[in-house]
């Protein structure tokens, strides 16, 4: 069973996320910042994260820096929204981290199981 590391500080989405994709078949993870995705990341075997790019204790690109450093073949999807700041721009800054995907929110949650799909079967 692939597991989805889902970090995202807005309880809701973590739920969210988790509902769309355990009946895919995946475990999902989560974290409610970046230092606790940063452990859980650590201390067990992730196939894909799914990181929300404006967390406390540690940012999204951020996170994705130190994802990337420890693994450079890591699958990473952004998401963001909410903020005052357009999404789309704030998404741009992840590509740098070679994002597979990027997501606003409201998060397309048809698309993203077909993105987390296509990643995972590769």
Known sequence: MKTILVVD?????????????EPEGYNVVEAED????????????????????FLPKKGGLQVMGELVKHDDKHKIIAISGGESFNPDAILELANKFEVAHTFPKPIDTGGLVTAVNELLAE
């Open 9 to 21: 500080d807005a309880p809701m989405i973590r739920e969210l996320l988790k509902a769309v994709l």
């Open 34 to 53: 970046g230092q606790k995705a940063l452990e859980v990341f650590s201390a067990q075997s992730v196939d894909l994260s799914i990181v929300d790019i």
